[in-house]
């Protein structure tokens, strides 16, 4: 079983669709969780539906349609939407994508993944939230996710400048990147920052 693990992670459909923070996870979460029959039948489930999103002939609308994503084990259910998400996403279903990051960004608030693990996902999916806020031209949308997540982190600032900047919003813009700039960074880390504040009409 764990031998199909290492062969299922090696695959070139499963590294070129998770991230590394998510593979990272994804493995430890696996091999702690094969104990027993019920898990290792589960783990073969999660196996055949990742297989399952190679096959061209079906957008990824088509699969999140059929397919039941849903398991006991959040860390399958994390990288299965994950890489269903990535497949919307290279399809241009921004839509279908935005839903499943939305709800994996729900689960993960309510997860027991340890929290410095969970604010790094957090992190990286409220990212493609919002950019894909940003993409889907929904102002109000994005403004109330930026304010109902609790990340205090610079990249979450500088992402909320990007997102207030992109509508026009430069006042607010730089206000988020003033934080960003506030935070523990590099020079050069500022000076980019810095670049990309806009200048108030």
């Known amino acids: 079983m764990i031998e199909n693990l290492i062969n299922f992670v090696k695959s070139r459909t499963f590294i ?6 998510v593979l990272l996870f994804g ?10 029959q019920k898990n290792q039948e589960e783990f ?19 699969l999140f349609k059929r397919l039941d994503l849903e398991y006991q084990n959040f860390g399958y259910e994390l990288i299965t939407k994950s890489v269903l998400a990535k497949k919307a996403l290279d399809e241009e279903s921004f839509e279908l994508a935005l839903e499943i990051y939305l709800d994996i960004n729900k ?19 409220a990212e493609n939230i919002v950019r894909l806020q940003i993409e889907l031209d929904r102002y109000d949308d994005g403004k109330l996710f930026l304010e109902q997540t609790n990340l205090k982190s610079p990249r979450f600032y500088e992402l909320g400048g990007d997102f207030y900047k992109s509508f026009g919003e430069n006042e607010l813009a730089n206000q988020w990147y003033d934080k960003a700039l506030d935070s523990d960074l590099n020079e050069t880390q500022k000076n980019l920052i810095e670049l990309k504040k806009p200048f108030d009409e």
């Open 107 to 125: 689960q993960l608030k309510s997860s027991s993944i340890a929290n410095a693990t969970k604010n790094v996902l957090k992190e990286q999916y």
């Open 27 to 36: 493995v430890l979460s696996l091999v702690n969780y094969l104990n027993d």
């Open 44 to 62: 073969l489930q999660f196996v055949e539906i990742n297989e399952e999103f190679s096959n061209e002939a079906e957008t990824a609308e088509d």
């Open 16 to 21: 070129y669709s998770v991230s590394g923070v």
